[in-house]
């Protein structure tokens, strides 16, 4: 999963990023209201944690950019305000939950696994297309009841595509999803191809024949 964490409090964002990371997810950050605002205009993300009080801004601001935008993001306000008027308001204007400071962040981590529960898959902790069965919770993935062993980089691109059924993903956006911001500093998607068609054989050797390559355009994921 790909996240962003907008927080001022240096020390609590380097905590949640460091958390949510043990997972093997994708983590970026924006410690002010510029960074934040260029990044969800930018970036696509599964999860956005969106601190209210923001050093040079709203992040009320940033979630009305959010849905005005229809970006697909769940978003989870934080702040150190208890106020019922600034949760009624977050929640008003599209944020999925709201959580106060100071928290636990296993307390944000089930939170976010609601969300995206919510969200993705229809509040379930499996997702299921055909036969393939994936148990999110513990990063498994089945097809036909039999263990497939994928690396996590091969589970998030299957889950990536999954979710997006459908849906032709450039090289580009396949890339910025599963490393973020470090997308940027590669010379070619070499990596990009090894790890897709690493993932195809295995699933191809199964009799799951859905990746498909949209020449000039990237891949979906679609029965035939």
């Not at 990371?21 to 002010?32: F, I, T, Y």
Request: glycine share 6%; net charge negative; hydrophobic share 40%.
């Amino acid at each position: 999963m790909k996240y962003l964490i907008a927080e001022d409090e240096f020390d609590l964002q380097q905590s949640i990023v460091t958390y949510l990371q043990r997972d093997g997810n994708v983590c970026e950050v924006a410690s002010n209201f510029e960074e934040a605002f260029e990044k969800v205009s930018i970036y696509d993300y599964d999860i956005i944690v969106l601190d209210i009080n923001l050093s040079t801004g709203s992040g009320l601001d940033i979630l009305k950019t959010i849905k005005k935008e229809r970006k697909r993001a769940g978003v989870i306000i934080i702040s150190a305000n208890n106020s019922l008027n600034d949760k009624l308001e977050g929640l008003d204007l599209g944020a999925d939950d709201y959580i106060t400071k100071p928290f636990h962040l296993a307390e944000l981590n089930s939170r976010i696994n609601a969300v995206l529960r919510r969200g993705k898959y229809g509040g379930e902790e499996v997702i299921e297309f055909n036969e393939i069965k994936i148990n999110t919770k513990a990063r498994e993935v089945y097809i036909n009841d039999k263990l497939i062993a994928l690396t996590r980089k091969e589970y998030d691109l299957l889950v990536f595509f999954i979710s997006n059924k459908g849906r032709v993903l450039s090289k580009e956006i396949i890339a910025e999803h599963l490393w973020g911001d470090n997308s940027d500093l590669l010379d070619n998607f070499d990596f990009i191809y090894v790890h897709i068609n690493n993932l195809r054989k295995k699933l191809t050797a199964e009799g799951s024949k859905y990746i498909k390559t949209t020449y000039g355009s990237g891949y979906k994921f679609i029965e035939e």
